[in-house]
């Protein structure tokens, strides 16, 4: 009897498991490959600023994992506002400083909750989406380590991916986090893009 009341129990344990381990997993998208374009510009208060920015990103989303790599190869000069203060010389295109980045995060952590993603307070605004957080993998600056980063590496970096009822994904921001070196070059506000492409991740 006491044997049958422990398998009972087991088999209960096991059910209730398995039930919450799919609750869980659908809480969770499919894996999925995301890429787009990031055009933005920084701050005018950074050296050489403000930088105009344009770039291209991917991002794979490990479906229940919790996990997702990020990646970004981005090209920045001084913007035609810096005609006016002094960074620039309009008849040296030499002069805007044209450098690139490449942004690397891998593994970063996954919250699918957009809560505090910048673009759910745009006009007009997002509605849901899902975000990611993690000390970047890699910080380049014209190929090498960029100048302002730390050894080892210390930016943190919040990835939100959010969109609405007609595109699900359709907006990207990029914020480094406060204490992040790479605010020196960044700026502390949400750099923009979009979305262009969305498709099931099968590795």
Same mark, same amino acid.
Not at 24 to 30: I, L, M, S, T, W
Not at 54 to 65: M, N, V
Not at 169 to 184: D, E, H, M, R, Y
């Given at each position: @009897?006491?044997?049958? &009341?422990?398998?009972?129990? &087991?088999?209960?344990?096991?059910?209730?498991?398995?039930? =919450?381990?799919?609750?869980?997993?659908?809480?969770?998208?499919?894996?999925?490959?995301?890429?787009?374009?990031?055009?933005?510009?920084?701050?005018?208060?950074?050296?050489?600023?403000?930088?105009? @920015?344009?770039?291209?990103?991917?991002?794979?989303? #490990?479906? #229940?994992?919790?996990?997702?790599?990020?990646?970004?190869? @981005? !090209?920045?000069? &001084?913007?035609?506002?810096?005609? =006016?203060?002094?960074?620039?010389?309009?008849?040296?295109?030499?002069?805007?400083?044209?450098?690139?980045?490449?942004?690397?995060?891998?593994?970063?952590?996954?919250?699918?909750? !957009? $809560?505090?993603?910048?673009?759910?307070?745009?006009?007009?605004?997002?509605?849901?989406?899902?975000?990611?957080?993690? $000390?970047?993998?890699?910080?380049?600056?014209?190929?090498?380590?960029?100048?302002?980063? $730390?050894?080892?590496?210390?930016?943190?970096?919040?990835?939100?991916? &959010?969109?609405?009822?007609?595109?699900?994904?359709?907006?990207?921001?990029?914020?480094?986090?406060?204490?992040?070196?790479?605010?020196? #070059?960044?700026?502390?506000?949400?750099?923009?893009?979009?979305? =262009?492409?969305?498709?099931?991740? #099968?590795?």
């Amino acid at each position: @009897m006491h044997f049958r &009341t422990r398998n009972l129990a &087991t088999a209960a344990l096991i059910v209730g498991l398995s039930t =919450l381990n799919f609750v869980a997993a659908a809480q969770a998208p499919p894996p999925v490959h995301l890429t787009g374009l990031i055009n933005d510009y920084g701050p005018s208060n950074v050296k050489g600023g403000p930088y105009e @920015m344009h770039g291209t990103w991917s991002l794979d989303l #490990h479906g #229940h994992s919790g996990t997702a790599d990020f990646s970004a190869a @981005m !090209a920045m000069e &001084t913007s035609d506002y810096g005609t =006016l203060n002094g960074n620039v010389t309009p008849s040296d295109p030499g002069s805007r400083g044209a450098h690139t980045h490449h942004i690397v995060l891998r593994d970063a952590t996954v919250s699918f909750d !957009a $809560t505090g993603c910048p673009d759910l307070m745009a006009n007009p605004a997002t509605k849901s989406g899902f975000q990611i957080t993690g $000390t970047v993998s890699l910080m380049t600056g014209n190929g090498n380590v960029a100048p302002f980063e $730390t050894t080892p590496l210390s930016s943190r970096l919040q990835i939100c991916v &959010t969109g609405a009822s007609e595109v699900e994904f359709s907006n990207i921001t990029l914020v480094f986090l406060a204490g992040s070196p790479a605010i020196k #070059h960044f700026g502390p506000y949400p750099i923009h893009g979009v979305v =262009l492409n969305r498709r099931a991740n #099968h590795d």
